[in-house]
């Protein structure tokens, strides 16, 4: 497959922190140097607020020093999508003694990560949906580890805004899955949150909802 985004700079920070993002993500790329010709199949060019002027093309992104390469790779995927706002914003969770936590976008993965407490895991949440927008918004936990659940579900009851939606999601075999795909813990618990993330899980009444802001 061709890829659709290209990084175009010669600054080593710039080029790292982009790159990283995109890998991370799984999104292709084209490395190119602002001097080099662009593909017709590229439809999305990266680059810095020094290189921009070498680089002529329609749908142009500048990074500068300070700007999030995550906002950058988000803006980049919409222009790549032809969308101006993402539909389904899905935060998968699989409670336990750790968190995992997974992030799908339109039904991709924008990141995984482990929390160690309940504490960190209800405002890890909270912090994703005030940092990312769509137009549905939706948490769902896993069901395996009751003892956990139980108490996840009306922290996040009463922190997460009143549009955010709240599902619980019946995750045999995602756990399963996971111990049988990879050995380390942390990784293991991210991949059943994605699971738990693509599953469609029973609506929990919220009860003491924010007002969206």
């Known amino acids: 497959m061709e890829a659709k ?19 991370a993500r799984g999104l292709g790329f084209l490395s190119l140097t602002p001097y ?7 439809q999305v060019v990266i680059t810095t607020e020094k290189e921009r002027e070498l680089i002529k093309h329609p749908k142009l992104l500048v990074y ?25 914003i899905a935060v998968g969770v699989d409670p336990g003694k750790t968190f995992g936590i997974a992030i799908l976008r339109d ?8 929390c160690v407490s309940l504490e960190e895991t209800v405002n890890t949440i909270a ?4 940092k990312h927008q769509a137009a549905a918004k939706v948490v769902k936990v896993g069901s395996l580890a009751p003892e956990y659940t139980a108490e996840l579900l009306p922290l ?3 922190v997460l805004p009143k549009d ?3 599902e619980v999601v019946h995750e045999e075999g995602t756990s399963r899955l996971g111990r049988q795909t990879i050995h380390k813990r942390g990784l293991r618990h991210a991949i059943a949150a994605v699971k738990i993330a693509e599953r ?3 609506a929990y009444r919220r009860q003491g909802a924010m007002e969206t802001q």
Do not use: H, M, W
Not at 5 to 21: D, P, Q, R
Not at 107 to 114: C, K, M, P, R, V
């Open 5 to 23: 985004i290209a990084v175009a700079t010669v600054s080593g920070k710039a080029y790292y922190l982009i790159v990283n993002e995109l890998k």
């Open 36 to 42: 080099e010709s662009i593909p017709l199949t590229v």
């Open 64 to 88: 500068q020093e300070g700007t999030s390469a995550s906002e950058l790779v988000d803006e980049a995927t919409k222009l790549v999508r032809g969308k101006t706002t993402f539909e389904t």
């Open 107 to 114: 039904g991709d993965i924008l990141e995984t990560l482990t």
């Open 127 to 130: 912090d994703i949906f005030s």
């Open 156 to 158: 996040l009851d009463k």
């Open 164 to 166: 955010v939606t709240i």
């Open 200 to 202: 469609r899980g029973e």
